[in-house]
């Protein structure tokens, strides 16, 4: 939401100005990150107190509802594609040669071992509609001035959070930390963002962190290596079929 507007609105209607302009920021957050489509590559770690492994892989979105992941390595993972169209998600084995749609119920399970879930590809966008949004505070982190913004869950939204809270930076929108809570209040996990670059046509934290609060030295790090967030992709491209053949 642009500042002048911002501004008008929170003089001509108090609170609810303020409610607005919470996920006016959230919303744009979660764009800066995804853009309207794009095509990046990225590496990640998985960190156990007594493992470690990493992969790297490929990915496509266009918009919120669809979004493709191609897993390039390590050679036993090599080929893996995940699918995601609207709400729905697949997964392409191929060494079994064939695709196995999650259900509902492998939503909330960790995706390839990480402490990332299958939901959390899926529900991009689900901090923006599922949740309502409220500036808390504001705090300095790595030098950037933040928004800190607490998200209660809608009545009905199927969420597993109990309470999201959010630290967005003020000037360029990227969000720097996040801490997940259930519904008794309890911290399940932290997640953190660092190493701002620019990255195609924006600046954007390149290295995210989400660290389970109750295991100690459980934690996977994400690093985006490249992005380009003008890709042309098709609806089309999001397919069953497609999974076969990305590369």
Same mark, same amino acid.
């Given at each position: 939401m642009?500042?002048l507007?911002?501004?008008?609105l929170a003089?001509?209607s108090?609170?609810?100005a303020q409610?607005?302009?919470?996920r006016?920021? !959230?919303?744009?957050?979660n764009?800066l990150?995804?853009?309207l489509n &794009?095509?990046t590559t990225?590496s %990640?770690?998985?960190?156990?107190p #007594?493992?470690?492994?990493?992969?790297t892989m490929?990915s496509? *979105?266009?918009?919120t509802d669809y979004y493709?992941?191609?897993?390039t390595?390590?050679?036993?993972d090599?080929?893996?594609v995940?699918?995601?169209?609207? =709400?729905d998600?697949?997964?392409w084995v191929?060494?079994v040669?064939?695709?196995?749609k999650?259900?509902?119920?492998?939503? =909330?399970?960790?995706?390839m071992g &990480?402490?990332?879930?299958?939901?959390?590809l899926v529900r991009?966008? *689900?901090?923006?509609? #599922?949740?309502t949004? @409220?500036?808390?505070?504001? @705090?300095t982190?790595?030098?950037y001035?933040t928004y800190?913004? $607490?998200?209660i869950?809608?009545?009905?939204a199927?969420v597993v959070?109990g309470?999201v809270?959010?630290?967005i930076a003020?000037e360029d929108?990227?969000m720097l930390r996040a $801490?997940?809570?259930?519904e #008794?209040? $309890?911290l399940i =996990?932290?997640? &953190?963002?660092s190493?701002?670059k620019?990255m195609d046509?924006r600046?954007?934290?390149?290295? %995210?962190? %989400?660290?389970?609060?109750?295991?100690?030295?459980?934690r996977?790090v994400?690093v985006?290596?490249?992005?380009n967030?003008s890709?042309?992709v098709e609806?089309s491209?999001? *397919?069953?079929?497609?999974?076969? =053949? !990305?590369r």
């Amino acid at each position: 939401m642009p500042c002048l507007l911002a501004c008008l609105l929170a003089v001509g209607s108090g609170l609810r100005a303020q409610e607005v302009d919470a996920r006016g920021i !959230v919303r744009r957050a979660n764009e800066l990150a995804r853009g309207l489509n &794009s095509q990046t590559t990225a590496s %990640m770690t998985i960190e156990r107190p #007594d493992w470690s492994r990493e992969m790297t892989m490929k990915s496509w *979105s266009l918009g919120t509802d669809y979004y493709m992941i191609l897993i390039t390595a390590p050679a036993r993972d090599k080929g893996q594609v995940f699918l995601k169209r609207e =709400n729905d998600m697949w997964n392409w084995v191929p060494r079994v040669q064939r695709s196995v749609k999650i259900p509902p119920s492998m939503m =909330n399970q960790s995706w390839m071992g &990480s402490d990332l879930t299958n939901n959390d590809l899926v529900r991009i966008d *689900s901090l923006v509609i #599922d949740y309502t949004q @409220e500036i808390i505070g504001a @705090e300095t982190i790595e030098g950037y001035e933040t928004y800190q913004i $607490e998200l209660i869950p809608l009545p009905e939204a199927p969420v597993v959070w109990g309470k999201v809270v959010l630290w967005i930076a003020k000037e360029d929108y990227f969000m720097l930390r996040a $801490e997940y809570y259930d519904e #008794d209040g $309890e911290l399940i =996990n932290r997640q &953190s963002a660092s190493d701002v670059k620019m990255m195609d046509d924006r600046e954007i934290p390149t290295r %995210m962190v %989400m660290e389970d609060a109750k295991k100690p030295g459980h934690r996977t790090v994400m690093v985006t290596e490249t992005a380009n967030f003008s890709y042309e992709v098709e609806a089309s491209f999001f *397919s069953q079929q497609q999974m076969r =053949n !990305v590369r």
